[in-house]
């Protein structure tokens, strides 16, 4: 096939492809199945990454989810609907409760009680009741906005229309998750590729007398925005359900420990086909309302519960090769590539070997036999090794020393809490030396959370890349179009279109650009909190003049490992010019704080010693939600200084010279109302 060929069957497959999403996801009527539907995926993104001059912006590299529905209007969530973190071992539940515990700066005597509920696969929705009327039901949509799908809500007969139990709150939010019954899926079967989809194919309905003719079911679990709902923790919210005539699980219970999770867990996995409906997992939540509530949310996922998946599909394969990739933070990660296997519906040809540790611990080698699991929507990994089926001319894998990519050494870095060397080997150039690291830092930039630029996907950076039209984030802005236009798939439309989403997010948050240059351990919520603290572009620039970077610790949650990698990001002579340059090309806005009328309204504090059953973390967070602030050292701009256990003599001299309120910690809550 010459190129013109392959172009051509490569845009057939896009638009044979693109037919099939509008056909499920608008249309609900599904016209392949789903093992056939991957197939063409998978062989859309192997001649991606065959031919490297084919690219598209309705390739399945570049688009990831689908744009809601046109058929229903839009509606903001009053409390947004989060998602939930997921934990797949043993090991990750006890560091979801280590986390917790340390965050309510308790001991492991401390006895969490979790409501365990079994997590059903199917559509959640928001329904607003008001005085005890159903007035309003949502689809979650992005979490903050969801379609209107009242109409098709209504025809749910689990879904009571009036509840007139005298404690029954005033206005309330009740959540839960649509979903159809397996033997009930039997007689859909044809018209819906499973029952997952056939409940969100029948909510999604234009009319709601289609909606009504699938026997729907709903089951409540949570609220969002609540008025006088006077209960204090999940589990006697749960029996409240039911009082007020709403379904619940029930398979819910009520336990406490890490090992009694894990026995429920089992029993409950035993039991999972025995069940009429699909159950991917179960849920766990912090019961008490209160700790809850301390506990607040980590990006858009409370901190206060988890989803414990069921492991899903394995299968038996074998490595062909082990290759190394090199992600954004110069991560050096093992990836197999296996003789391709069918696991679950889905072709896997790659299975990722996490780190060096890995592959030593389980001794992993070229040609071995292996068991490949593919759990939710994470990357497929290598489960064990078949050591019997290994040929006696097998070799260990030496993991390389230096940087496949640019020959600089790799070191496995030292970590303060573990008091442990890292499992992960990392690059040490410091980014932009390194191809590899570029490319994905490129990536990155450009990406939906940062950038957002329509049309400048990840195949489109690598091909400018070696086209050398892009290298640094700056050249984004710079790029030669009259070049781009006369590149094979590319005309004067798609450059257009192109310029187009490039200028427009020239004018961009100073929050997403901080986000965007991918400062190890800066993340979206962190990107967030400095972007409040520096307010104006100016100001964060000012970082690369600075040699004291401590204020930053005032900043919640910005903790030494935050600081020491903003410095070395800073250090460096070429992050100093994108900085530089990106500001000639950009108009970056200020970040707005709103001004809440908190308790702690203009007063600064400082905090030294130990405090006694509170976090510095969670006091921090306390003095900001109720507009106060926090600074680090003894001057006249402190109003309180609040000491604990074993305070810093000096900082309490300052401020009786200064005549600072000295004040302890039950004082301190008092300021707040709470008595401790
Ligand atoms: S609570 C902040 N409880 O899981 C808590 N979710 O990944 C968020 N789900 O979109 C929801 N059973 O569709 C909660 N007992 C349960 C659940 C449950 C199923 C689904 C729900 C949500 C998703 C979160």
Same mark, same amino acid.
């Given at each position: 096939?010459?190129?013109?060929?392959?172009?051509?069957?490569?845009?057939?497959?896009?638009?044979?492809?693109?037919?099939?999403?509008?056909?499920?996801?608008?249309?609900?009527?599904?016209?392949?199945?789903?093992?056939?539907?991957?197939?063409?995926?998978?062989?859309?993104?192997?001649?991606?990454?065959?031919?490297?001059?084919?690219?598209?912006?309705?390739?399945?590299?570049?688009?990831?989810?689908?744009?809601?529905?046109?058929?229903?209007?839009?509606?903001?969530?009053?409390?947004?609907?989060?998602?939930?973190?997921?934990?797949?071992?043993?090991?990750?539940?006890?560091?979801?409760?280590?986390?917790?515990?340390?965050?309510?700066?308790?001991?492991?005597?401390?006895?969490?009680?979790?409501?365990?509920?079994?997590?059903?696969?199917?559509?959640?929705?928001?329904?607003?009741?008001?005085?005890?009327?159903?007035?309003?039901?949502?689809?979650?949509?992005?979490?903050?906005?969801?379609?209107?799908?009242?109409?098709?809500?209504?025809?749910?007969?689990?879904?009571?229309?009036?509840?007139?139990?005298?404690?029954?709150?005033?206005?309330?939010?009740?959540?839960?998750?649509?979903?159809?019954?397996n033997s009930d899926f039997e007689n859909f079967k044809d018209k819906f590729a499973n029952p997952r989809?056939?409940?969100?194919?029948?909510?999604?309905?234009?009319?709601?007398?289609?909606?009504?003719?699938?026997?729907?079911?709903?089951?409540?679990?949570?609220?969002?925005?609540?008025?006088?709902?006077?209960?204090?923790?999940?589990?006697?919210?749960?029996?409240?359900?039911?009082?007020?005539?709403?379904?619940?699980?029930?398979?819910?219970?009520?336990?406490?420990?890490?090992?009694?999770?894990?026995?429920?867990?089992?029993?409950?996995?035993?039991?999972?086909?025995?069940?009429?409906?699909?159950?991917?997992?179960?849920?766990?939540?912090?019961?008490?309302?209160?700790?809850?509530?301390?506990?607040?949310?980590?990006?858009?996922?409370?901190?206060?519960?988890?989803?414990?998946?069921?492991?899903?599909?394995?299968?038996?394969?074998?490595?062909?090769?082990?290759?190394?990739?090199?992600?954004?933070?110069?991560?050096?990660?093992?990836?197999?590539?296996?003789?391709?296997?069918?696991?679950?519906?889905?072709?896997?040809?790659?299975?990722?070997?996490?780190?060096?540790?890995?592959?030593?611990?389980?001794?992993?080698?070229?040609?071995?036999?292996?068991?490949?699991?593919?759990?939710?929507?994470? !990357?497929? *990994? %290598?489960?064990?090794?078949?050591?019997?089926?290994? &040929? /006696?001319?097998?070799?260990? @894998?030496?993991?390389? $020393?230096?940087?496949?990519?640019?020959?600089?050494?790799?070191?496995?870095?030292?970590?303060?809490?573990?008091?442990?060397?890292?499992?992960?080997?990392?690059?040490?150039?410091?980014?932009?030396?390194?191809?590899?690291?570029?490319?994905?830092?490129?990536?990155?930039?450009?990406?939906?959370?940062?950038?957002?630029?329509?049309?400048?996907?990840?195949?489109?950076?690598?091909?400018?890349?070696?086209?050398?039209?892009?290298?640094?984030?700056?050249?984004?802005?710079?790029?030669?179009?009259?070049?781009?236009?006369?590149?094979?798939?590319?005309?004067?439309?798609?450059?257009?279109?192109?310029?187009?989403?490039?200028?427009?997010?020239?004018?961009?948050?100073?929050?997403?650009?901080?986000?965007?240059?991918? !400062?190890? *351990? %800066?993340?979206?919520?962190?990107?967030?909190?400095? &972007? /409040?603290?520096?307010?104006? @572009?100016?100001?964060? $620039?000012?970082?690369?003049?600075?040699?004291?970077?401590?204020?930053?610790?005032?900043?919640?949650?910005?903790?030494?490992?935050?600081?020491?990698?903003?410095?070395?990001?800073?250090?460096?002579?070429?992050?100093?010019?994108?900085?530089?340059?990106?500001?000639?090309?950009?108009?970056?806005?200020?970040?707005?704080?709103?001004?809440?009328?908190?308790?702690?309204?203009?007063?600064?504090?400082?905090?030294?010693?130990?405090?006694?059953?509170?976090?510095?973390?969670?006091?921090?967070?306390?003095?900001?939600?109720?507009?106060?602030?926090?600074?680090?050292?003894?001057?006249?701009?402190?109003?309180?200084?609040?000491?604990?256990?074993?305070?810093?003599?000096?900082?309490?001299?300052?401020?009786?010279?200064?005549?600072?309120? %000295?004040?302890?910690?039950?004082?301190?809550?008092?300021?707040?109302?709470?008595?401790?």
């Amino acid at each position: 096939m010459d190129k013109k060929e392959i172009q051509k069957l490569y845009q057939e497959k896009i638009k044979l492809l693109n037919k099939y999403n509008q056909y499920y996801y608008d249309k609900n009527k599904p016209l392949i199945d789903d093992k056939n539907y991957d197939e063409l995926k998978i062989s859309i993104l192997s001649l991606e990454k065959k031919y490297n001059f084919l690219a598209s912006k309705k390739s399945p590299s570049e688009i990831t989810g689908y744009k809601p529905s046109k058929n229903f209007k839009k509606s903001a969530h009053k409390v947004p609907m989060l998602s939930l973190a997921n934990a797949f071992s043993e090991e990750d539940l006890i560091n979801f409760e280590k986390k917790i515990l340390n965050f309510l700066s308790e001991n492991e005597n401390f006895k969490l009680y979790y409501s365990a509920e079994p997590k059903i696969d199917g559509i959640s929705a928001s329904l607003t009741y008001k005085n005890g009327k159903f007035v309003k039901g949502l689809s979650r949509g992005d979490g903050k906005e969801g379609e209107d799908i009242t109409s098709n809500l209504e025809t749910i007969k689990d879904i009571p229309k009036k509840i007139s139990n005298k404690n029954f709150p005033e206005e309330i939010d009740i959540r839960g998750e649509v979903f159809i019954k397996n033997s009930d899926f039997e007689n859909f079967k044809d018209k819906f590729a499973n029952p997952r989809n056939a409940a969100s194919g029948s909510l999604r309905q234009k009319d709601p007398n289609d909606t009504s003719k699938i026997p729907l079911k709903f089951i409540a679990y949570t609220f969002g925005y609540e008025k006088k709902l006077n209960i204090d923790n999940q589990f006697d919210f749960l029996k409240r359900l039911n009082e007020w005539g709403f379904k619940t699980n029930p398979l819910n219970k009520l336990i406490s420990g890490v090992k009694n999770l894990l026995i429920n867990y089992n029993e409950i996995e035993k039991k999972r086909a025995e069940i009429d409906f699909d159950i991917d997992g179960i849920v766990y939540k912090v019961n008490n309302f209160k700790l809850q509530k301390r506990l607040g949310n980590v990006a858009n996922a409370p901190r206060w519960a988890v989803a414990h998946k069921f492991s899903s599909n394995k299968a038996v394969s074998k490595i062909i090769s082990i290759d190394i990739q090199i992600g954004r933070t110069g991560a050096l990660t093992p990836v197999a590539k296996i003789k391709p296997v069918n696991i679950g519906g889905v072709q896997v040809s790659n299975a990722t070997l996490h780190n060096e540790d890995e592959i030593m611990r389980k001794d992993v080698r070229v040609g071995d036999t292996v068991v490949v699991e593919r759990a939710g929507d994470v !990357i497929p *990994h %290598i489960l064990t090794v078949d050591i019997n089926k290994r &040929s /006696k001319k097998s070799i260990k @894998f030496v993991f390389p $020393k230096k940087c496949p990519s640019c020959g600089s050494k790799t070191t496995k870095e030292y970590n303060e809490i573990t008091k442990k060397n890292d499992a992960v080997r990392r690059c040490t150039s410091e980014g932009y030396e390194c191809e590899k690291i570029s490319i994905e830092k490129l990536k990155h930039f450009v990406s939906k959370e940062a950038f957002n630029i329509e049309g400048l996907g990840k195949k489109i950076i690598e091909n400018f890349w070696k086209l050398k039209l892009i290298r640094l984030p700056q050249d984004i802005f710079r790029l030669d179009y009259n070049r781009i236009e006369n590149l094979e798939g590319w005309g004067r439309l798609s450059v257009e279109n192109l310029k187009y989403s490039i200028n427009e997010k020239k004018n961009i948050s100073l929050e997403r650009l901080i986000y965007a240059l991918g !400062i190890r *351990h %800066i993340g979206l919520e962190n990107a967030k909190l400095l &972007s /409040k603290f520096f307010k104006t @572009f100016s100001n964060f $620039k000012e970082l690369s003049n600075k040699s004291n970077y401590n204020d930053l610790l005032n900043v919640d949650k910005i903790g030494e490992t935050q600081v020491s990698s903003i410095k070395s990001f800073f250090s460096n002579k070429i992050n100093n010019e994108i900085i530089n340059q990106l500001s000639k090309e950009l108009s970056i806005k200020n970040t707005l704080i709103e001004k809440k009328n908190g308790l702690l309204k203009n007063y600064t504090f400082m905090i030294t010693g130990k405090l006694s059953g509170i976090s510095r973390a969670e006091i921090k967070s306390l003095i900001e939600e109720n507009s106060g602030s926090t600074v680090s050292s003894v001057t006249k701009k402190l109003d309180y200084l609040i000491i604990g256990d074993k305070p810093t003599k000096r900082k309490i001299e300052t401020a009786k010279e200064l005549r600072i309120k %000295i004040i302890n910690q039950s004082q301190f809550l008092k300021m707040l109302n709470i008595t401790s």
